[in-house]
């Protein structure tokens, strides 16, 4: 007890540094407080403490989209004007089928690709799952492996060698620079990502949804050369995800 006091005290009178060495971040003293003096867990206790519920409220819409669950693979899709997320699935060799959607409840920044540490951008491509934080600040969260290495090969070209780092999918509703889905959504997401191995799941996030034909461009000013070109492979990849309906 004395020992997470003299921490608090500690924090309180530094805080300020937190935000100046982690600028992709919006946690707050209390929260990095409450993460060093309460339970770590392990993803399988994760698993354990809140799987279950998760599986309950996430079968009903496989069994509906008739993909197996769980899944063999995931893909999840983040379109940033709409601050919606889909979540699809499918089985071996089966057509990627539209299972939930859910709303992004923090996302910082406008559209366009984010360029460099600092500027409050969610990035934009494609990516894949680094890893599972079951100790998140803001719950769970879901590791991107941003910056790809398409990305660092634009920076390098650019000229920009400070891309940024820690994007995540995760809890809370708040958030910069990564996706803040609330806890009950972060879970699911946490939760299937395991089940199906993170070398299973995609992410895309895109400006917008390009399968709508209302969505043919973005307009942002000041975007680097080659933003049309990653739209342009964002539109071929969001392609094979039929445009069904969105879920609620």
Not at 87 to 93: G, H, K
Not at 146 to 173: C, F, Q, T, W
């Amino acid at each position: 007890m004395k020992k997470s006091l003299i921490l608090l005290i500690f924090l309180a009178a530094t805080g300020g540094i937190f935000l100046t060495l982690f600028p992709d971040k919006v946690a707050t003293v209390m929260d990095y407080v409450k993460l060093q003096i309460t339970s770590k867990y392990s993803v399988a206790q994760r698993l354990e403490q809140f799987g279950t519920a998760a599986s309950q409220r996430l079968a009903p819409h496989f069994q509906q989209a008739g993909v197996a669950f769980p899944p063999t693979s995931i893909t999840l899709l983040a379109f940033k004007d709409s601050k919606r997320l889909e979540l699809y699935a499918r089985d071996p060799q089966g057509a990627w089928q539209q299972v939930q959607t859910y709303p992004i409840q923090a996302a910082s920044g406008v559209l366009g690709p984010k360029l460099r540490e600092g500027d409050k951008q969610v990035p934009e491509g494609i990516y894949a799952i680094e890893s599972l934080n079951p100790n998140s600040l803001f719950h769970v969260s879901l590791r991107l492996n941003y910056p790809n290495a398409v990305d660092r090969e634009r920076g390098l070209a650019d000229g920009r060698d400070k891309l940024g780092s820690d994007i995540m999918i995760h809890g809370k509703a708040k958030s910069i620079g990564c996706l803040a889905m609330g806890d009950v959504a972060a879970e699911e997401l946490f939760a299937l990502a395991a089940w199906v191995g993170k070398e299973s799941v995609r992410v895309v996030i895109a400006p917008t949804d390009f399968r709508q034909t209302a969505a043919a461009s973005v307009p942002a000013a000041n975007l680097p050369a080659w933003t049309e070109g990653l739209y342009q492979n964002l539109r071929t990849e969001l392609a094979q995800y039929l445009l069904e309906k969105h879920l609620e």
